[in-house]
């Protein structure tokens, strides 16, 4: 499927200005470290790193975002995965 200049420039129009995606990336920036931190004894929200990782992904689709917060959110991400593998060798072993 190939997208049109059309197609492209409402994309661009509709998404969010880069100044409203601070506010949700200083959120998920809080919970990322908050999930990442918890312990199993501590895990009473069942928000799992999937879910943050969706969420983290959907901002450059929503928001037209600058390049420090694609890096931010590229950090977040390793970051997530980072620990996915970690509790993922901690369960097994």
Known sequence: MTVT???AATDVAT???ASLADAEL???ERMVQYVVRRTAEDD????DYEY???RLRALP????LVATQRQRIIGLLDLLEREMLY???QTAA
């Open 52 to 54: 943050w990782g969706k």
């Open 5 to 7: 200049k059309a197609q």
């Open 26 to 28: 200083d959120h998920l």
């Open 61 to 64: 689709q929503t928001h037209d």
């Open 87 to 89: 509790r993922s060798r």
């Open 44 to 47: 009473t929200s069942r928000l």
């Open 15 to 17: 998404r969010k200005s």
